[in-house]
């Protein structure tokens, strides 16, 4: 049971460039996030997914495009870099209970420049 | 809307003193309160809650008491170790789709 697991853990990206952050969890969670944390801000939501076929914007959703094709993935695209989407980006998942306790994966450092 | 505010940090403590990281919120229903820990270059891990006032929330030595009266959820150790040392997030829950609203964190540095 590997939890939420997120790829790359590093990336580089020049102004304008696209790329797809990966997030896959083996533990049959509905619900699926996508969060952004900037330096003393602590974290912000992206997007989010219900289930697969359902996503829904957060707080900060611009320049940003998810999909949710099966239970396990939920990648998150960004398609025009921009160096205000410097950030450190965390996928979490969690059981569709009252709980709401999140599982987090370890983290994808993104730089623009 | 719903939010949560956190003591600023860092917090610098030898180790075996006693812990406090503030907490209170903003909120309308009846929310569930957590405590995340982030260990340094890796993600959140939960390290508490509470989903009804007066619970007690504890883990690995630390407390938090979910107090609806103050709107608060204090995060307490009585002895910190230098392997605590790590950034705390309080947070809270609400609502059909389970999103959490994060406080900015509280950097705690233990020295030994």
């Known amino acids: 049971n590997a939890g939420v697991t997120q790829t790359p853990k590093f990336r580089i990206l020049k102004i304008g460039q696209s790329m797809t952050l990966q997030c896959t969890q083996d533990?049959?969670?509905?619900?699926m996030y996508w969060y952004r944390q900037d330096p003393g801000m602590g974290l912000k939501l992206i997007y989010y997914?219900?289930?697969?076929?359902?996503?829904d914007k957060g707080e900060v959703p611009n320049g940003y495009n998810v999909s949710r094709s099966t239970t396990e993935d939920f990648p998150l695209r960004l398609e025009l870099a921009a160096p205000s989407q410097t950030s450190v980006y965390f996928c979490?998942?969690?059981?569709?209970?009252?709980?709401?306790?999140?599982?987090f994966g370890p983290g994808t450092r993104l730089t623009v420049t | 809307g719903n939010s949560v505010t956190q003591m600023e940090g860092p917090v610098t403590l030898s180790e075996e003193a006693f812990l406090t990281i503030n907490c209170t919120y903003t909120?309308?229903?009846?929310?569930?309160l957590f405590w995340y820990v982030q260990y340094p270059g890796e993600g959140l891990q939960l390290l508490l809650k509470?989903?009804?006032?007066?619970d007690k929330g504890s883990n690995k030595g630390f407390e938090a008491t979910y107090r609806k009266e103050t709107t608060s959820f204090h995060l307490e150790k009585g002895s910190v170790q230098v392997s605590d040392s790590a950034v705390y997030f309080c947070?809270?829950?609400?609502?059909?789709?389970?999103?959490?609203?994060f406080g900015t964190g509280t950097l705690l540095a233990v020295q030994p």
């Open positions: 509470a989903t009804k006032a007066d």
């Open positions: 997914s219900v289930g697969a076929g359902i996503t």
């Open positions: 533990m049959n969670h509905n619900y």
């Open positions: 947070a809270l829950s609400g609502g059909a789709t389970n999103k959490l609203i």
């Open positions: 979490a998942s969690s059981y569709e209970t009252s709980s709401y306790e999140q599982y």
């Open positions: 909120a309308t229903g009846y929310p569930s």
